[in-house]
């Protein structure tokens, strides 16, 4: 005798919280999103700290493509990796999620329910531009002592890898190497024959990024503060992160982070 599988036909096809904005594709071009199956459950059995970007990255890729067959961007946002990572686990095990948080104020132990469903989906704003990620720094200037303009982007699984590597056995600087990583290039301005002014981004490389690490721990400490508070200002996070609760015992509230944490996927 032989067995088969008889068909993963349950699927959802969902529209990127990004609108494709990032990947050069139609912004109408959905993700169709499958189950996993046991092969990737045990996979993500095996996921520890090291290892949990990329094993939940392989899950997401194995379950999620573009409804014309193509896969997702390499450098996919992790704003769009966080929606989908919710989808996979809602069409896997269904989008009730059970779970205990340790109120702050007393440390009761408390146990929750939370339907997966209601996490609000933020969509990227239909007048965003990239220039809204510019921002030029005070401190820093070129070799002709201009200052510069640096382009970033939101965090992508590319930039996440990136700060790993920029903070490797130097943890203390895990936030500098964390701004340094979101930078995209640098904007760069010329002026042509004809007078015109173009504007180019000159995209930096993982060198560049070291060097320019070691030119950000010289300057006065309030620039970090500067690019971390227009990180902040300029965030997108595609789906909501977390989630507030009330304690059952003290009636205090408690913000609650959902996705991708110990208890989001029912086995792990
Ligand atoms: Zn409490």
Not at 37 to 59: C, F, P, R, W, Y
Not at 86 to 96: A, F, L
Not at 98 to 111: I, L, R, S, V, Y
Not at 227 to 238: A, P, V
């Amino acid at each position: 005798m032989r067995f088969q599988v008889k068909g993963l036909e349950t699927e959802v096809v969902v529209q990127l919280p990004s609108k494709n904005i990032f990947y050069g594709l139609p912004q109408d071009l959905r993700v169709k999103v499958r189950p996993m199956t046991v092969k990737e459950q045990k996979a993500m059995l095996s996921m520890n700290g090291n290892n949990v970007e990329d094993v939940i990255n392989s899950i997401v890729f194995a379950t999620c493509k573009y409804e014309d067959g193509r896969p997702l961007p390499q450098d996919l946002l992790i704003a769009d990796r966080d929606f989908l990572l919710n989808e996979v686990r809602k069409i896997t095990y269904g989008s009730d999620i059970e779970f205990t948080f340790t109120c702050d104020k007393c440390g009761t132990e408390n146990k929750v329910h939370y339907d997966l469903n209601m996490l609000d989906v933020i969509p990227i704003s239909d007048d965003f531009k990239l220039e809204d990620l510019q921002y030029t720094s005070k401190y820093i200037t070129d070799e002709e002592g201009n200052p510069v303009v640096f382009q970033f982007i939101f965090p992508t699984i590319t930039t996440v890898k990136q700060q790993n590597i920029l903070s490797k056995n130097k943890r203390d600087i895990l936030i500098y190497a964390g701004v340094v990583a979101n930078i995209y290039g640098v904007v760069v301005t010329e002026v042509s024959d004809d007078g015109k002014t173009i504007t180019t981004i000159k995209q930096l490389s993982l060198e560049d990024k070291k060097n320019l690490l070691e030119v950000l721990m010289q300057v006065p400490a309030v620039e970090v503060t500067n690019m971390l508070n227009f990180m902040k200002e300029h965030s997108f996070d595609g789906i909501q992160k977390s989630v507030t609760f009330a304690c059952s015992s003290c009636g205090s509230d408690n913000d609650v982070v959902i996705i991708n944490q110990d208890y989001f996927f029912p086995i792990r």
